[in-house]
């Protein structure tokens, strides 16, 4: 059995999701409250940072490094291309996501309103919020720029790049807090990322006392 340490809102644990779930890979979640530090998870991961993926044998951390091990080891429905060319412009764009839009947006947004919440850590704050509202706008605009010229981010087939962007969007989603008129490629990419089967397991997602927005789960918005 696969299984799969993991947060329901992080975006790295929920590309991983994506994954496994287009793979047709059935996992076993397990929620993992990082965050404390347990001696248990800490010898699973040093780093202390989910996911932790077990499977094959193996005990695996780091979300693209999985990712592409799962790729690698089970090919169908393949989410990276075969050219190289094509398959650098699907890492470039997993790491601008994980990399620059977590840093500008993710971290700050989800942060402030979710986990300091979900850690007891006080009461958001409204500058860090802002900043990360204000810097979404350049990430959709880029995202509209790239929908224009192709049919997904990468290129003329969806890949993990598409994963890794609509992991962290489907997040921010759950709080509300993505203007999906400001791009209209880009809406019509999440609805119909958003309808694939692999992302019913995402929708059904809810953390404790913080339930989500209305439009979350709905397949057509």
């Not at 759950?174 to 490629?185: G, H, K, L, T």
């Amino acid at each position: 059995m696969i299984r799969l340490y993991h947060v329901a809102l992080s975006p790295f644990c929920r590309k991983v999701r994506l994954t496994l779930a287009e793979k047709k890979l059935e996992v076993e979640l397990v929620e993992e409250r990082y965050w404390e530090q347990q001696p248990d998870f800490l010898r699973r991961n040093p780093a202390g940072k989910v996911p932790v993926l077990k499977m094959d044998g193996m005990v695996m951390a780091e979300s693209q490094a999985i990712c592409e091990y799962i790729e690698e080891t089970h090919p169908e429905a393949p989410l990276m291309p075969r050219d190289p060319g094509a398959r650098y412009e699907v890492r470039r764009l997993c790491a601008w996501f994980d990399d620059k839009f977590n840093d500008e947006v993710t971290a700050k947004v989800m942060g402030e309103r979710v986990w300091k919440k979900v850690r007891k850590e006080g009461y958001p704050d409204s500058k860090t919020v802002k900043a990360g509202l204000s810097a979404i706008k350049y990430h959709l605009d880029y995202m509209g720029w790239l929908l224009d010229q192709r049919r997904w981010l990468a290129g003329d087939v969806m890949t993990l790049a598409d994963f890794a962007a609509a992991a962290h969007l489907s997040c921010l989603d759950y709080i509300s807090d993505v203007d999906w008129n400001r791009q209209e490629a880009v809406k019509d990419w999440y609805a119909k990322i958003k309808s694939r089967p692999a992302f019913r397991s995402l929708l059904a997602d809810q953390l404790p006392g913080m339930p989500p927005a209305p439009q979350y789960a709905e397949l057509d918005f």
